[in-house]
């Protein structure tokens, strides 16, 4: 048998290696950040740039797609050249890969301060990042699917099912989401509107947990979690079915982000059911995980890297467990919108993601450096840290959710809200986000930890640049006999549509129809278009990030709309691009706001929330009052909007910028009439004024008039 030499590239490791150090630490700071602004507003300075409405996405952004990014091909290029026995596919596009990645990270980090978003949650990044991303994307999954071809080993290992799956999936998910209407180089429109936004966003939100966080970090899991415990995997079988359950199964669970919302009822059910149906697949993962150290218990004890490693895993079984309990509608009914959700996301992000990627760095440091770790306890004073942290971050925000949850829906005997002010949950929670912010402090100490440690390992050993390799050419032989799977194994091009097919069914099914039919999305006749001064007021909201903390869809309980009125119609969101529903109540409910206040009230609020909101810890929007937008912009906005749909008139371009300032000069009239402050009609507060004041006014809360509406 003929043995052909070749060598591994560690250089390209590496560099992915220490780009998520960098990047997690940025992205964990800028988390502390913005968990410390929850309870001290100033510590944005009175600076646009550092607002938690602007600095939140950039932070999930940094985690999701630096940190995690790098670190899944860190662990993708590592792991799969040895399992495949082959070098990467080139060189080259390895190289363009890494740098394409970091400056898209780098576009992100200097946009989204900007004000620069689509407000979609993870895809909050304009057109022209979108579309290097996708090229991106696509040299990775050149360079990936190019090795597995040219592999020198027969079978594809379990690891390189899951790293397949990501890469076909995320292109589907990114391509289908990022359909837009650019209206200039920095600002774009959502192809889609309302409901359907909504679906589309959470069929790839939920989707970028499952394809990004999920699956190839499950492939990590079986190729990282074996060879550091010293074990063969638990069970070949429970793979194949853990795979194609999983990949299957998890693209119809998107609904389930908007239950008892406008979204049709039986795309919800759909959601609900699916994602109840996830346990059975992702508990099987974990436990093939876990009963892989089955006879190494008495290493996890010692080893620090073997014990990321299974509270990692351990963690993905809560997350998966709860992500399905979430689903039920009666669960979701209580914790939507509040901090709960907070802190699911986090167990997943912090225990899964983030202790496996702080495992698999201390696996790979020593191996590519041919040296030890440099301290053993070092490595295991930054899992306990790390574990404090977890437990500090998840267990208050759970506390505050139910608190949420309870207050929000508390009546009293005589049938009227007894919180009926939102502020006093508000102020509630407020010392569970003091120790939510400490528990964050704790887990960036134990990663500044790592860092030191991971460092001065590096120092005390010699990198190994290429790594020699040998093995036997891959020959063509005709398959006879053997397991199915294994058949399927050696046909990676089959595989991998297969795997296509598999994840496309569930999106299909769920979409089409809510595109298709029209008695899906009933319009309804009082629902106009924007007045052009409204959609501009419109574009502020998104670009301060308003989304991130207020909600815009009442439900249909008796206390939301006691609270905040009529329940929200699929009617109401057509003109809507891109949705903005929300996922979060840090402060109340907007979809009702118009009318319900005085210009001036609105004015006050911006300026100094504490001054209409005695306890509010929103912070004050001081640029918008100096800042003034240019009314000559606005008719390409318009132009666009009709482009997609939207029924202006033909030629009503040439009508806008004098509507713009007739209705800016109403407002600005009524602020003079009310409390007596000249503002300029072309200042930002004037157009986002107009754009509060529409909310919900097409759909009046009178009784006989909602009657009217339906």
């Not at 620069?116 to 990042?129: G, M, V």
């Not at 309990?325 to 225990?351: E, Y």
């Not at 460092?455 to 190994?464: P, S």
Request: charged residues 15%.
């Amino acid at each position: 048998m003929h043995l052909e030499k070749f060598r591994y590239d560690n250089k390209i490791v590496k560099y992915f290696a220490i780009a998520t150090v960098i990047w997690g630490i940025v992205g964990m700071l800028v988390g502390l950040i913005i968990a410390l602004q929850l309870f001290i507003p100033d510590l944005n300075f009175h600076t646009a740039f550092l607002t938690f409405g602007r600095i939140r996405p950039l932070h999930t952004n940094a985690v999701i797609f630096a940190f995690v990014g790098n670190g899944i091909f860190a662990g993708v290029y590592y792991s799969l050249q040895r399992l495949l026995k082959a070098r990467m596919f080139n060189d080259a596009l390895s190289w363009i890969h890494f740098w394409g990645w970091q400056l898209i990270i780098v576009a992100a980090a200097i946009t989204l301060p900007l004000g620069i978003t689509t407000s979609k949650e993870y895809a909050e990044l304009e057109w022209p990042i979108d579309i290097a991303i996708t090229l991106i994307w696509v040299v990775f999954g050149i360079n990936m699917l190019g090795t597995i071809i040219k592999r020198r080993e027969r079978h594809m290992y379990v690891a390189v099912w899951f790293y397949i799956a990501t890469f076909v999936t995320v292109a589907v998910l990114h391509v289908v989401n990022s359909f837009e209407l650019p209206v200039t180089f920095w600002k774009s429109y959502s192809l889609y509107a309302g409901v359907q936004d909504a679906l589309v966003q959470w069929w790839y939100g939920h989707n970028a947990v499952a394809f990004f966080l999920t699956t190839p970090y499950l492939g990590l899991m079986y190729y990282f979690l074996p060879k550091a415990a010293n074990r063969p995997v638990y069970s070949y079988k429970l793979s194949i079915i853990h795979y194609w359950a999983l990949i299957f199964i998890y693209i119809w669970a998107g609904p389930h982000h908007l239950l008892y919302t406008s979204l049709p009822d039986w795309a919800q059910t759909l959601g609900t059911v699916f994602s109840v149906m996830l346990i059975a697949p992702s508990w099987g993962g974990m436990l093939n995980g876990l009963l892989t150290l089955r006879g190494a218990w008495d290493r996890v004890r010692e080893d620090a890297v073997l014990k990321f490693m299974v509270v990692a895993v351990t963690c993905y079984g809560m997350a998966t467990f709860e992500g399905p309990m979430l689903s039920l509608k009666n669960v979701n009914g209580f914790v939507h919108f509040t901090d709960w959700i907070i802190a699911h996301v986090h167990v997943g992000a912090l225990g899964w993601n983030g202790f496996l990627t702080f495992g698999m760095l201390y696996y790979l440091v020593p191996k590519m450096w041919n040296t030890k770790l440099y301290s053993a306890k070092l490595a295991n004073v930054h899992f306990w840290v790390g574990t404090l942290g977890i437990v500090f971050y998840a267990i208050p925000m759970y506390v505050s959710g139910v608190t949420q949850g309870l207050m929000w829906r508390q009546f009293t005997i005589e049938g009227v809200l007894q919180y009926g002010n939102f502020l006093d949950t508000v102020t509630q929670i407020i010392p569970f986000y003091v120790l939510r912010a400490f528990g964050g402090f704790l887990y960036l100490g134990g990663a500044f930890i790592m860092a030191y440690n991971l460092y001065k390992t590096a120092a005390q050993g010699v990198f190994q640049e290429e790594e020699e390799a040998e093995a036997p050419a891959l020959e063509k032989k005709k398959i006879i006999g053997g397991h199915w799977h294994s058949k399927l194994e050696r046909k990676s091009i089959v595989f991998s549509a297969l795997s296509l097919v598999a994840i496309a069914i569930g999106g299909a099914v769920e979409m089409v129809p809510t595109f298709l039919v029209d008695s899906n999305i009933p319009t309804i006749e009082n629902v106009k278009p924007y007045t052009p001064l409204e959609l501009h007021g419109r574009d502020l909201y998104i670009r301060e990030g308003c989304v991130g903390c207020h909600s815009q869809m009442v439900r249909p309980f008796r206390f939301e709309t006691e609270r905040f009125d009529e329940y929200s119609k699929a009617g109401e969101f057509v003109y809507d691009h891109p949705f903005l529903w929300g996922s979060k109540r840090t402060g109340p409910d907007l979809a009702r706001l118009g009318g319900r206040y005085s210009d001036s009230w609105h004015y006050n609020h911006m300026m100094d929330p504490t001054s209409t909101s005695p306890g509010s810890i929103m912070p004050p929007y001081p640029w918008l009052f100096e800042q003034a937008y240019d009314a000559n912009e606005i008719p390409a906005k318009v132009t666009a909007m009709r482009t997609l749909g939207v029924p202006y008139e033909e030629g009503y371009e040439d009508q806008v910028v004098m509507d713009v300032q007739q209705q800016a000069k109403q407002i600005a009239a009524n602020l003079k009439a009310e409390i007596n402050v000249d503002v300029q009609p072309e200042a930002e507060i004037v157009a986002l004024i107009s754009y509060l004041q529409r909310l919900g006014t097409d759909i009046k809360v009178k009784p006989e008039q909602v009657a009217a509406a339906k």
